[in-house]
T-cell receptor
Framework: DGGITQSPKYLFRKEGQNVTLSCEQNLNHDAMYWYRQDPGQGLRLIYYSQIVNDFQKGDIAEGYSVSREKKESFPLTVTSAQKNPTAFYLC???????????FGDGTRLSIL | AQSVTQPDIHITVSEGASLELRCNYSYGATPYLFWYVQSPGQGLQLLLKYFSGDTLVQGIKGFEAEFKRSQSSFNLRKPSVHWSDAAEYFCAGANNNNAGNMLTFGGGTRLMVKP
């Protein structure tokens, strides 16, 4: 079945550590997105990419980095500069200029 | 600036009762509009979408939504709620020049269903 796979489902970060969240899709979608979700809040866009080797900052990009070396993959690194990283992170994708976004099942990141 | 607002943070309904979740939008032009549902610890699942045309949109799981331009609203409805509908519901909008991209989400409405 086609879909979006996020891993791991749970992740713990120590102070001063960078961690990377994985997002893989086999839907052949051009565009991919990373969102952050905090309790009681909607989703906020961190980064997005509409084509391989290109990406743009969203509303809350500070403390995060991404890469898009392959169409299928859009990993998100939460750096030590992100002082409040505890949240639920969602990856999404869609074909450019057309259909709604499809979402993965998320990664919950916590601080040790 | 564009925005999507869901006025109700929590709603509780009895099983079998009807449901309406409110969504208001603020965009320069009529946006593309979506409703998603999220179960605890899961991703978002698309319920329905509105791009243009018929203002009453049918979705999955028996849900429908009505686009009302005069009220800048896109409310989600279901005639008879089932216990499995308990979840969080998100309304989202996108500029109509890049459908599905760059979504703006409302804050969500958590639905609880009483037996």
């Amino acid at each position: 079945d086609g879909g979006i796979t996020q891993s791991p489902k749970y992740l713990f970060r120590k102070e001063g550590q960078n961690v990377t969240l994985s997002c893989e899709q086999n839907l052949n979608h051009d565009a991919m997105y990373w969102y952050r979700q905090d309790p009681g809040q909607g989703l906020r866009l961190i980064y997005y990419s509409q084509i391989v080797n290109d990406f743009q900052k969203g509303d809350i990009a500070e403390g995060y980095s991404v890469s898009r070396e392959k169409k299928e993959s859009f990993p998100l690194t939460v750096t030590s500069a992100q002082k409040n990283p505890t949240a639920f992170y969602l990856c999404a994708s869609n074909p450019r200029g057309g259909e709604p976004q499809h979402f993965g099942d998320g990664t919950r990141l916590s601080i040790l | 600036a564009q925005s999507v607002t869901q006025p109700d943070i929590h709603i509780t309904v009895s099983e079998g009762a009807s449901l309406e979740l409110r969504c208001n939008y603020s965009y320069g032009a009529t946006p593309y509009l979506f409703w998603y549902v999220q179960s605890p610890g899961q991703g978002l699942q698309l319920l329905l979408k509105y791009f243009s045309g018929d203002t009453l949109v049918q979705g999955i799981k028996g849900f429908e939504a009505e686009f009302k331009r005069s009220q800048s609203s896109f409310n989600l409805r279901k005639p008879s709620v089932h216990w499995s509908d308990a979840a969080e519901y998100f309304c989202a909008g996108a500029n109509n020049n890049n459908a599905g991209n760059m979504l703006t989400f409302g804050g969500g409405t958590r639905l609880m269903v009483k037996p």
